[in-house]
């Protein structure tokens, strides 16, 4: 199935996973999904719907339609 990977440009993760979870093991594992869509917002963080609501929206209609 395709799948939508929305992500703020101002989001780390290693606040939320340290270095047990490196980015570089994050995007291994995403370059094995099929039909994926990677759509990186900027001005936003972890808090897209807060940060870019009308921004995420938009790319969720995009990729709906």
Known sequence: APVLWVEGAQTDMRKWW???YPRA???ARLAHVHKVLS???EDAGHM???DQP???AASLLQFLR
């Open 18 to 20: 340290g270095d047990r």
């Open 25 to 27: 093991e994050f995007d």
């Open 39 to 41: 759509v990186t917002l």
């Open 48 to 50: 897209l719907h807060h």
């Open 54 to 56: 009308e921004a995420l």
